[in-house]
């Protein structure tokens, strides 16, 4: 259920491929100025309920994501905001990240979703959520996701971060293709863990 990443790569599936195609905006919400030469650097924030609609944009703009309710990421915004980042530039949204900490294991971030804008691929956006997300949760020690066996570019994304953090990434299975009721790659779960602080 992995979404895009900042970094280049072939054809992702639900993490998505941040650095192909040109952004296409979306109607009903303000679509991202193209990247100029001069574009400041990107900072890294919780969401606030009004990035629900932006993380939706993002999201329907990779063209690779399995897309929420634009109602689910305004709750993702409102009840997971410590676990949720979004990027700006210029205080435009151009990324984010969703995740939650296991039930059963809340030292453990679950990653779920991470998109880039297209107009904003190519910058490493994608680390820089993950590392500052990451950062502001001092007391997880793994992180997990599922990333799919086609989906090149977000597993050099997880492993670029792992190779970061001085911290071991292993693969096991999780969902299989008919877990889904649609056709649907198998995703098989990552987990990154012993990461230095």
């Known amino acids: 259920m992995l979404a895009q990443n900042a970094e280049p790569g072939p054809r992702p599936d639900e993490s998505g491929n941040p650095d192909d195609d040109e952004s296409a905006g979306t109607a009903g919400v303000t679509p991202t100025p193209a990247r100029t030469a001069v574009d400041p650097a990107p900072t890294v924030r919780r ?20 897309v929420n309710t634009a109602y689910a990421y305004a709750l993702l915004a409102r009840d997971f905001r410590d676990t949720c980042r979004v990027a700006t530039v210029a205080e435009q949204a151009v990324g984010f990240v969703t995740g939650y900490r ?10 779920w979703q991470i998109a880039v804008d297209p107009a904003f691929r190519g910058r490493n956006i994608g680390g820089l959520l993950l590392d500052a997300l990451v950062r502001d949760l001092v007391d997880v020690v793994a992180v997990e996701t599922t990333v799919t066996q086609t989906n090149d570019s977000s597993r050099r994304l997880f492993g670029k971060f792992a190779d970061r953090h001085d911290a071991r990434i292993c693969e096991s299975p999780l969902f299989a293709a008919g877990d889904f009721p649609d056709a649907h790659e198998a995703e098989p779960l990552l987990t990154i863990s012993g990461l230095a602080r």
């Open 102 to 111: 296991r039930p059963d294991a809340p030292t453990t971030l679950f990653v």
């Open 47 to 66: 969401p606030t309920i009004a990035d629900g609609a932006h993380m939706w944009r993002i999201a329907s703009d990779s063209g690779e994501l399995d």
